[in-house]
C-alpha cells in the first residue's frame, strides 16, 4: 500500500478563500483523523471517522471548519472562509481499529502545508 | 482530561551519544506510543508500549504504567535520528505530549 496520501502537499491561499484539504486512507484501514500542527499548540485532533461516520468533532475549531468522509478511501477537510490563523500543517491519518482499544497505531501522511495570507 | 508531559523539551547531542527521553502522564493508559518527527515532517510510529520494555534496533522504550511514566532510550546516535520525538497516550482518544526536539550534531 502507498501509505495516507494527502493532497495538495502545499497551499497557499488568501484570506477569505475556500480551501480543501484531501486524504486517501490506507485500504481497510475503519478509522480516519484529522490532525493540525502548529508551533503554538502542537498537534490536535480536530475530527475523526469510523466507517465513514464522524465520530467526534469536538476539536473542530469553528463553523468554518467542515469534514466528509463520503466512503473508504476519501475524505476531505474544508475551511471556508479560511483566515491567517489557520495557517498550519494538517496531517490526516488512518488506523485499522480504535487506538483506544488496541495496539493499533495510527499511520500518517504526510501533512499539508497551509499558509493564508 | 489526561495530561501528558514530556521532558527535555530540547536537547542537543554529539552524533554517538546516548540520550533518555521522558513522558509523565497523570492517568492510567491502556495505550501509549511513542512517535518520531523527522525534519521533514512526517510522523513515524516507534512504539506501541502501554507497558514493559521494547527494542528496536538502536532505540527502546520502557512503560511503568503504575508509576505513570514512559522512557524512550536513543543509543549511538545518528544524525537521522533529529526531529521530534512525541509521546502519545490513549484514553478516550490519542492525547499527544508537546514532544522533545532533539538534535544530533555531526
Known amino acids: 500500500d502507498a501509505g495516507v496520501i494527502q493532497s495538495p502537499r502545499h497551499e497557499v491561499t488568501e484570506m477569505g478563500q475556500e480551501v480543501t484539504l484531501r486524504c486517501k486512507p490506507i485500504?481497510?484501514?475503519?478509522?480516519l483523523f484529522w490532525y493540525r500542527q502548529t508551533m503554538m499548540r502542537g498537534l490536535e485532533l480536530l475530527i475523526y471517522?469510523?466507517?465513514?461516520?464522524?465520530?467526534?468533532d469536538s476539536g473542530m475549531p469553528e463553523d468554518r471548519f467542515s469534514a466528509k468522509m463520503p466512503n473508504a478511501s476519501f475524505s476531505t477537510l474544508k475551511i471556508q472562509p479560511s483566515e491567517p490563523r489557520d495557517s498550519a500543517v494538517y496531517f490526516c491519518?488512518?488506523?485499522?481499529?480504535?487506538?483506544?482499544?488496541?495496539?493499533?497505531?495510527?499511520?500518517f501522511g504526510p501533512g499539508t502545508r497551509l499558509l493564508v495570507l | 482530561g489526561i495530561q501528558v508531559e514530556q521532558s527535555p523539551p530540547d536537547l542537543i547531542l554529539q552524533e554517538g551519544a546516548n540520550s533518555t527521553l521522558r513522558c509523565n502522564f497523570s492517568?492510567?493508559?491502556?495505550?501509549l506510543q511513542w512517535f518520531h518527527q523527522n525534519p521533514w515532517g512526517q510522523l513515524i510510529n516507534l512504539f506501541y508500549i502501554p507497558s514493559g520494555t521494547k527494542q528496536n534496533g538502536r532505540l527502546s522504550a520502557t512503560t511503568v504504567a503504575t508509576e505513570r511514566y514512559s522512557l524512550l532510550y536513543i543509543s549511538s546516535s545518528q544524525t537521522t535520528d533529529s526531529g521530534v520525538y512525541f509521546c502519545a497516550v490513549a484514553g478516550y482518544q490519542l492525547i499527544w505530549g508537546a514532544g522533545t526536539k532533539l538534535i544530533i550534531k555531526p
Open positions: 485500504s481497510g484501514h475503519d478509522y
Open positions: 492517568d492510567s493508559v491502556n495505550n
Open positions: 491519518a488512518s488506523s485499522f481499529e480504535s487506538t483506544t482499544s488496541s495496539g493499533e497505531t495510527q499511520y
Open positions: 471517522f469510523n466507517n465513514n461516520v464522524p465520530i467526534d
